[in-house]
């Protein structure tokens, strides 16, 4: 097994010689090499896991801390690439950009991978930017895909590995020029997360420290440091107060009756600074918030149609490519009959001491929502519901008002709000909720 990466390693710096070490062809180089010897040899993952046991002596490992992968470990080490595999438990990237460039390949399980674009309205320094994230596509990728990597904002993508465990092999270099490795924020940030001063670190370290002890100084050095900070050291302290206000009540902290309220106090203070800039932030911690919720909700979810499930809520803000997708993986299903079920089957799983009704989040599911929620993957707006029910014979005890009731409380979900961005919420439905 390992003779292989030494011969695909050898292949590439061979192929990349011929080419005089050309950057911009090297994902293309990478791809060919990964796909034709690829398809001749059965890789078992699970022999690297003994040779790195076994082996008195390991290639140069790039990423001891493993920041990426659990964990990554380095194959192939060449003086101007290497060949890594990223075992994953529970992984899901962020949205990022790469300050390298290759091609990565399936080896073990599957994965959701989307595919982004950024256009940027306004640089607010070299590691900071503001403009718009953009879904592009999203593809279900399965063992044996290769794609390619490009440097810089010519590939974001982010992956959700759908199968525990999952494993993915790059051959990559180790630079390539185009400045900073983005990470991305939905709606509307670019941000480098290798970007360290030292000063601003400590500050919102010292801030989280006083934050997670409820010490009575906290909310007085959360103020001081929105009013007198710069944008992206403001962005920082309000992310860090966000957390701490996901992880608890922080009513204790700021002694008032909602945390909410002192929050919306501190963006105040912040506009008074940075002016509409500030209006940019909370959408960024929102979104923040549902993929915290949603991914910390995988933990609790087994069943691999269930995290499939989790998976295209997570990453996909399309209701129609939500459904071709589970079509994809269900050919045999009706998308909407399988995406309701699922939610029923998830509404009856409790986790056990947690005050929550079901893993789901979801107070109740009962027929009225599942009906509801399949007419709103249909496409159908309040009045085709009601013109529905009506052939049905079943319009009674189903107001324009309650289906309204059950519409919003979907569409407004950490769940759901994602893919129904685009539901038909016209203004007679709107006159109907008032």
């Given amino acids: 097994?390992?003779?292989?990466?030494?011969?695909?390693?050898?292949?590439?710096?061979?192929?990349?010689?011929?080419?005089?070490?050309?950057?911009?062809?090297?994902?293309?180089?990478?791809?060919?090499?990964?796909?034709?010897?690829?398809?001749?040899?059965?890789?078992?993952?699970?022999?690297i896991i003994r040779w790195v046991h076994h082996s008195p002596t390991l290639p140069l490992q790039q990423d001891l801390p493993a920041s990426f992968g659990n964990p990554p470990i380095t194959l192939y080490s060449g003086p101007r690439f290497h060949i890594d595999i990223y075992f994953w438990l529970d992984g899901t990237t962020s949205i990022h950009q790469h300050g390298f460039c290759g091609a990565f390949h399936v080896a073990l399980g599957s994965s959701i991978h989307s595919r982004y674009t950024f256009n940027q309205d306004r640089e607010i320094n070299a590691h900071f930017s503001i403009g718009s994230v953009e879904f592009d596509n999203v593809e279900l990728l399965k063992k044996g895909d290769t794609r390619r990597i490009l440097p810089g904002s010519e590939f974001i993508h982010s992956l959700f590995h759908l199968d525990r465990p999952s494993a993915t092999i790059a051959v990559r270099t180790?630079?390539?020029?185009?400045?900073?490795?983005?990470?991305?924020?939905?709606?509307?940030?670019?941000?480098?997360?290798?970007?360290?001063?030292?000063?601003?670190?400590?500050?919102?370290?010292?801030?989280?420290?006083?934050?997670g002890m409820d010490h009575p100084e906290a909310a007085s050095f959360v103020e001081d440091l929105v009013t007198s900070s710069d944008y992206q050291t403001t962005f920082s302290v309000l992310q860090t107060a966000a957390h701490h206000l996901r992880q608890r009540n922080l009513e204790s902290v700021f002694h008032l009756d909602t945390s909410r309220q002192r929050f919306n106090d501190l963006l105040s203070r912040a506009r008074k600074r940075h002016g509409e800039l500030v209006d940019l932030i909370p959408p960024v911690l929102e979104e923040g918030d549902r993929q915290y919720n949603l991914t910390s909700r995988r933990s609790q979810i087994t069943g691999e149609d269930h995290r499939f499930f989790l998976a295209l809520l997570l990453n996909v803000p399309c209701r129609a490519q939500t459904l071709d997708l589970v079509k994809q993986r269900c050919p045999d299903r009706d998308p909407i009959d399988a995406v309701t079920d699922w939610v029923e089957e998830l509404s009856n799983i409790r986790v056990f001491g947690s005050s929550e009704p079901n893993v789901l989040g979801i107070d109740t599911v009962d027929d009225?929502?599942?009906?509801?929620?399949?007419?709103?993957?249909?496409?159908?707006?309040?009045?085709?519901?009601?013109?529905?029910?009506?052939?049905?014979?079943?319009?009674?005890?189903?107001?324009?008002?309650?289906?309204?009731?059950?519409?919003?409380?979907?569409?407004?979900?950490?769940?759901?709000?994602?893919?129904?961005?685009?539901?038909?919420?016209?203004?007679?439905?709107?006159?109907?909720?008032?």
């Fill in 174 to 211: 180790y630079s390539t020029p185009g400045g900073p490795q983005y990470n991305y924020l939905k709606p509307s940030f670019a941000t480098d997360p290798f970007f360290t001063e030292q000063s601003t670190v400590r500050k919102v370290q010292t801030l989280s420290l006083l934050l």
């Fill in 368 to 434: 009225n929502y599942l009906f509801v929620l399949a007419s709103m993957l249909e496409g159908l707006s309040i009045d085709q519901m009601r013109m529905r029910l009506a052939q049905e014979g079943s319009v009674d005890g189903f107001s324009a008002a309650k289906l309204g009731q059950i519409s919003e409380s979907i569409r407004n979900s950490f769940l759901f709000k994602s893919i129904f961005l685009d539901w038909p919420l016209i203004e007679s439905q709107t006159a109907h909720l008032a």
């Fill in 1 to 47: 097994m390992m003779q292989f990466f030494q011969d695909l390693g050898e292949l590439v710096e061979q192929r990349w010689r011929n080419l005089n070490y050309h950057e911009e062809s090297f994902p293309e180089v990478a791809a060919n090499a990964l796909d034709e010897t690829t398809q001749s040899e059965d890789i078992d993952p699970w022999d």
